[in-house]
């Protein structure tokens, strides 16, 4: 049998639901698990909003004050699913108190904060995890096994987007609000592909950009669009927009090498298109293949179904927690396969830049501290 | 809180999981569920194996006799999730002890046999179900909904096929073997196709087959080609198999009709493809669309996540499961959005009528008993 | 500078155009041309539209007698556009006046007629074609020869459908009676896939079939289904139809080998679908890859322009003719990479097994004279 | 009858063959031609090639020096088809002489080249114009019509991408010479997505530009990445590269506005995807729909075949050069459908931003001189 782990949740909203499904379900499709998580108790502002939670999801107890969780000795993992601007006290206080922490993208509304949060938790030498949940996605991890593999060769271009079409509704006030949010389109969906960027290509290293905002009265951004340069030397586009009318989820990309190329796209993301110079039966047979990323061999398949089965996006926050909690077991590190608060921090360095890029007119080279 | 309903489970295999996991899945997700269910007991034949599913499961108990669950007062719900020949003597014993039934797909081996569970079942009185969880696909209700809102017209034709490529694999010895599985890619495919075509457009009225065995000493088919006609006077061809090189699970059908059109292929089981002679903006803008059938108003997506954010195959199972247990708390009919053992019944006999077209080469009327 | 050949043809409607284009375009684009064609006259029942054909396609002469084409000595190719009905005598005439010949699909409007076309054409020691012009599609060459060097393996399944939506239009009258035509959707859209499976795959050995027609008063099929088996023992589907709604110019097909697969659909006829079990650059890669068959190393393509550039449905008319005058001019056979009169006249045979199945309801085993 | 033209052209390679066959096409398949096309001369470098050339399409003489097209009296239209270094000279001079002129993008290898071009040949008083073909794709002349249309509402993005993947060979060397050509991907592939963004939205305001040169010793460019704003409003990315392993002509751009998107790719040029928020049949069956661009009421099908018989690249150039013909008939100004000298002028401008850009690592507002 697995030995457990008390997991303190701090959110109940979008974010809440899916990694309490997540817990839940790698309890048993994983198996064993690395270890059980045991829900011990999960915080929400609104009182009956985080009872019914804790009653619908099986946390043993609920509380409106997070710090409630941090005092329990029964919490191992403290899982901040807040919003945006709850990231970074929770979160310390918790690594501070010993507990290995997971938090939600983006780590921290701005550079700086993200870069303190960071600093903080590794300082208090427990496992850290920043949720960039798409580094979990199968047909990502086939990419990025592609790519470190050599058989692209040298990466050219990277080109991503993320759009979505909600951006003139009334929905989710706080995602509006930049005290709350640090920023709008590009924190939420930008600092994903800036993630892919970095965790398929590598560093960044220029970003000449600019940042959009259609609706009035609003704080926050509602597109960016950005050229980049890469350490490597690859270039490409960045983009995310909540304009993108009927792109639903619309996360995209695309990478080009000497010998081969990459595409993918999160609405369909149980697929994987692959090209190859030196594919079989001849060059006269080559073209961009569908790899239908559900073999028993592709990864985190095992966990599941048989081929042809596809699994949904929920299933990256099962992938994604079983990683963490396999490090914590093994006392092994977060990165390089997932995203620890390093990641956190670079990616919102990145998003730093685009900003000083819209605002400058200027080319910014990004550094980080 | 939800009343509860223990759950007796037949099978640990496969399809045990797939149900072990929506029972798991919809307490939470589907909330309040209509009933919560409590995991009794599972039933195997290999004791260390049930042993490790009911540990892993969360079921209280296990045995490695079915008759054990049939006895148990704590069930309320029987669950046939083992191979065909296991279909008909547990669950027509189930159902005599009162306990509520689903059953896998097909029902039974044969006409005769499915009937003959259909009818013992029915007359016990109890709610039955059989696990043509296809129709729980949102967008395949999606479809249905279309299709009964007669916007499309006349139907014309419907075509399907369902595709996978392990025929010539060595696994799962039970799907090869005549006496146990019945038949072949014809029951274990072809039915579901079959009771898509009935679900979608009506009664099949005629067939007119082929059935072949590729591979030597094989007692069940790998493939099936049938030319079909319906009641309502549309037509259409049937197929499935297990050579189709590169097709892990590819169900596809299309109906036409006279003002529209709509397709489907369940490897990107999130999509519908939808046409329509009178759609906007203007004439020249027609085509067929692909509908991401991930909105809130969507058939079963209140139960999930935010638009684009897709879902798996596994996630059938869980509107399908909830739906029955509705249908229990409500003493409502499982049909016709569900498929009962009628449903069951009716595709095994349209099944059987593909295997006598195919032996006597003449086209065969389904005749139902 | 290559030799000319006179070119009478007959007919100026939809194939007429399509024909003449080929004549004019194929004498500068496949430079240089195997014969240079010089386009002598112009046959067709309506005085002032094949005197407005023969002005703009520049035919040097016009008439609505084909006889006359046939007594013209400058005519050494007679090109039959017509509708089906005049497929018969003028062709046969043509051939006894020692003029090669190239008629429209399907040959005749039944086997017999189409048989004796053959026999009586054949025995006129001319060069004939039945211009099944989807053999000189790229993606379709370049199929045959992936089929041809056994990279597939075994052939078990292939399937077609040919599909169109304007069967309740009152275009094209001549199409839709019985005399004329010989046949509805069999014979217009059958035949091509008919063609496409003896090409691909083998002769057909069995049909068991449905044919239909929806609407009212009409004397041909609107649709037909059919079941089939191939003298390799490869089974499948064949279906066509002008009732599916939304289907512009549908014709798809799909083969399965052993070890590898292809797809294809005509309204992107420019792509050819691939799977190979042994797919570079690891089995965690393989899916199907969507060729461009627009290289230079594709069939026909040097003829055109660079990679990526793609071609229309027109050009399939320029290979296949460019064919034929190679054929003529180096007395060699037009088979079997283009269908030469015996491969109509099978065509036919087995569409009208397809109409002998319907009407019997059993299956039919295809009797070649 | 038609009015004849008397046609010179410049070039017999790739661009050479396309408007000698366009001008040849059209002569029959748009009936009656607004003028009749004479293909009087045809100039180029190498005697041998040119006389082939002239041979092959019908030009009735040919010539090494372009100076004798300008003299030849007979030659009422200049067509230059020639390297980029060749546009400005030979087309001045054809325009001092009262010849209409239409010359190959991008017409200058700069804005000032351009510029001037423009100048001496709007000054002359004949008709030109900038040969952006792809103004001329059915699919992308309905998108201008439905952007017109103001059905999409506000335009928030554009974002274009045109991908190749030859950049490593050996070929056509003097599009990788900057004095021939002015610059590599950018004027070759760049310029034709700057004329769309400005075709389909509007001028371009800034970019904010990176651009690439991955092959050693070379003096051109091989990519450029840019974030650009417009006029309007509209932000988005534009990308060339010939270093796109596996995108062979990959030219895709989509736009979003406030009730809908466009979304197009070359490969596959005969579709449109169109999202509309208000489509029929209702909410729940919205998304992206194929419109397959080849009904006769598309722009320029009347022209072809029916339904679903889709046409090719070359295709492009029959509909530009009936478009100027039709100017040059009725005295009408090419712009706005078509590109003349002051649309290839801008794009020109445009490039150079995109190079200032690159080059200061600042934001470059687009200047018009």
New interface residues.
């Given amino acids: 049998?697995s030995e457990t782990i008390g997991v303190g949740m701090l959110g109940y909203a979008?974010m809440g639901r899916?990694h309490?499904?997540a817990y839940?379900?790698l309890a048993?499709?994983t198996?064993?698990p690395p270890l059980a998580p045991e829900l011990v108790s999960i915080a929400g502002r609104d009182a009956d909003a985080v009872s019914d939670a804790a009653?619908?999801?099986?946390f043993a107890e609920h509380t409106t004050d997070w710090r409630t969780l941090i005092a329990d000795d029964r919490v191992g993992l403290f899982d901040n699913s807040g919003p945006n601007g709850l990231h970074g006290e929770p979160t310390i206080a918790a690594a501070r108190a010993g507990k290995h922490v997971v938090c939600e993208k983006p780590l921290g509304r701005d550079g700086a904060e993200a870069h303190e949060i960071w600093q903080q938790v590794a300082a208090a030498g427990v496992k850290h995890m920043c949720a960039f949940n798409y580094r979990f996605v199968p047909a990502v991890r086939?990419a990025r096994?592609?790519v470190r593999?050599g058989?692209?060769g040298e990466i050219?271009?990277f080109?991503a987007?993320y759009?979505?079409?909600?951006g003139?509704a009334e929905s989710d006030a706080w995602r509006f609000d930049r005290a709350a949010a640090g920023s709008g389109a590009l924190g939420d969906l930008g600092s994903h592909i800036v993630d892919l960027a970095r965790y398929l290509v590598g560093e960044i290293a220029?970003v000449?950009?600019?940042v959009?905002t259609?609706w009035p009265d609003r704080s926050v951004d509602d597109?960016f669009?950005?050229?980049?340069?890469f350490d490597t030397?690859a270039?490409?586009?960045l983009?995310a927009?909540r304009?993108?009318?009927?792109?639903?989820?619309?996360l995209r990309w695309?990478l080009?090498?000497?010998?081969?190329?990459l595409a993918f796209e999160?609405?369909?993301?149980?697929?994987?298109e692959?090209?190859?110079?030196?594919?079989?039966?001849a060059?006269?047979?080559?073209?961009?293949?569908?790899?239908?990323v559900?073999?028993a061999?592709?990864p985190f398949i095992a966990h599941?179904?048989?081929?042809?089965?596809?699994?949904?996006?929920?299933?990256t926050f099962v992938h994604e927690l079983h990683h963490l909690l396999t490090a914590i077991r093994d006392d092994a590190p977060v990165g390089p396969d997932g995203a620890d608060f390093e990641d956190g921090y670079r990616a919102a360095e990145v998003c730093d830049a685009v900003v000083a890029?819209a605002q400058s007119?200027?080319?910014v080279t990004v550094a980080y501290r």
Same sequence: chains 1, 2, 3, 4.
């Fill in positions: 049998m979008f899916a309490a499904n839940k379900t048993y499709m198996w064993p009653t619908r999801f099986g086939l096994e592609i593999s058989e692209l050219h271009h080109r987007s759009l979505q079409d909600w003139a220029t000449s950009a600019h959009a259609f597109a669009e950005a050229a980049v340069t030397g270039v490409g586009t983009e927009s304009f993108a009318t009927g792109r639903k989820n619309a695309e080009n090498g000497a010998r081969g190329s999160l609405e369909r993301l149980n697929e994987l692959v090209y190859m110079t030196d594919s079989r039966p060059a006269a047979a080559q073209g961009f293949r569908r790899v239908l559900s073999e061999e592709h599941w179904w048989p081929p042809g089965h596809i699994i949904g996006w929920e299933h890029s007119g200027e080319r």
